[in-house]
């Protein structure tokens, strides 16, 4: 069994539209709703998203032009009530004494911190199924010069189901005696916790020394500002006993759900495939 992991930063996108069409096929903001001059867009449809990857919250806003903004607030709720001090999962004051919910402590960010460019949209990493809920904003600043804020009606539905996007697992030609390299790359990611990848034998290959002896190798690849594909090579000697033999890789993501793409092996003796008994 071989093992991978790497330590990934995960930094701010500034080109969330195609990143959010991308994972979720939705449109990214729906019509502004507006109140006494305070306006919202947020996705009209409700967000999917696979748990251990990420999740984008589209948002934009406005403000009254007697109304000074300081500070964005994000709130998570199980219903589809109005989000209290005790849903607050966000808070752009890192001083502020109303306490931010455990689990979301250090999984939240704002995909642009300029506050001047009226962008309140947030990325969530290393989901949970239990992120699932609604998500409500909220402005804090000045009103006519009077401490005030708004919160905004118009919520976004986010849904984190089980990891359903498979690795995918590619081959070479594979001739005995040759070194060849598979290559198992995982799902695009943003989390800020890299995944695990794992190789495993299966058939007669298992006990094999050169197998034992195979080196492994874990690569980043950056796609977008937050979001990379994460490769692990598995190289080795082909034997005649690897032919017909079954190689599985495993991801295991942050929360400890997994997911696999299993392959068999086809062993070529030079210019000829291997029968199940076959020697070269």
Request: include cysteine; aromatic fraction near 10%.
């Amino acid at each position: 069994m071989f093992h991978d992991s790497a330590c990934i930063k995960t930094k701010l996108l500034s080109d969330f539209r195609f990143f959010f069409f991308a994972m979720t096929g939705s449109s990214v903001l729906g019509q502004p709703y507006c109140v006494n001059g305070f306006c919202i867009s947020v996705s009209d449809e409700k967000i999917s998203a696979d748990s251990g990857l990420c999740v984008v919250i589209p948002c934009s806003f406005q403000t009254p032009y007697n109304f000074n903004l300081q500070h964005l607030v994000w709130f998570k709720c199980e219903s589809d009530q109005r989000c209290g001090d005790s849903d607050i999962i966000f808070h752009t004051n890192k001083n502020t004494n109303k306490p931010l919910k455990s689990e979301f402590l250090g999984r939240v960010s704002l995909l642009d911190p300029d506050l001047n460019n009226q962008n309140c949209s947030i990325i969530i990493s290393d989901l949970r199924e239990s992120d699932s809920g609604f998500y409500q904003l909220r402005v804090n600043g000045y009103y006519n010069g009077r401490p005030d804020g708004f919160t905004f009606g118009k919520r976004t539905q986010v849904n984190v189901g089980g990891s359903r996007q498979k690795p995918t697992v590619t081959l070479p030609d594979l001739t005995v005696g040759h070194q060849a390299t598979l290559t198992c790359t995982a799902p695009a990611l943003c989390s800020k916790s890299p995944p695990g990848i794992t190789w495993m034998w299966r058939g007669a290959a298992e006990n094999d020394p050169l197998t034992n002896g195979s080196i492994t190798a874990f690569k980043k690849e950056s796609l977008t500002a937050v979001t990379q594909r994460h490769h692990s090579t598995l190289t080795f000697i082909p034997t005649t006993e690897h032919h017909n033999s079954k190689i599985t890789c495993r991801i295991q993501f942050s929360d400890d759900t997994t997911t696999e793409e299993t392959v068999n092996l086809h062993i070529n003796c030079e210019n000829f495939t291997l029968k199940i008994q076959l020697f070269c």
